[in-house]
């Protein structure tokens, strides 16, 4: 089994920055793609950036350019470091893991950008 714990997510104003990290525990060797979603309430839940085993990244378009990606692998850890943050960032942020054939997600951490 594999365990995810956030960590990072809070109350900023606009313009601001925010580092989200999100650590895997129990079987995390055997983890491929990690990255992050967020959801707004009455929203589907949309993917923000994403980072495979050999550090390849994809970002939605509405984040290129103000979001980074990153990751340890030896320490099973994903970030998400937010900068240029805008009030259409605030939602609830949720780190995901793929671990063949299933998803893994973790809690979410809510993050708020104050105009």
């Known amino acids: 089994q594999v365990q995810l714990v956030e960590s990072g997510g809070g109350l900023v104003q606009a313009g601001g920055s925010l580092r989200l990290s999100c650590a895997a525990s129990?079987?995390?060797?055997?983890?491929?793609?990690m990255g992050w979603y967020r959801q707004v309430p009455g929203r589907q839940r949309e993917l923000v950036a994403s980072?495979?085993?050999?550090?390849?990244?994809n970002y939605a378009d509405s984040v290129k350019g103000r979001f980074t990606i990153s990751r340890d692998n030896a320490k099973n850890t994903v970030y998400l470091q937010m900068s240029s943050l805008k009030p259409e960032d605030t939602a609830v942020y949720y780190c995901?893991?793929?671990?063949?054939?299933?998803?893994?997600w973790g809690q979410g951490t809510r993050v708020t950008v104050s105009s």
């Open positions: 995901y893991a793929q671990v063949p054939p299933y998803v893994k």
């Open positions: 129990g079987r995390a060797f055997s983890i491929n793609t």
């Open positions: 980072i495979t085993s050999g550090g390849t990244t």
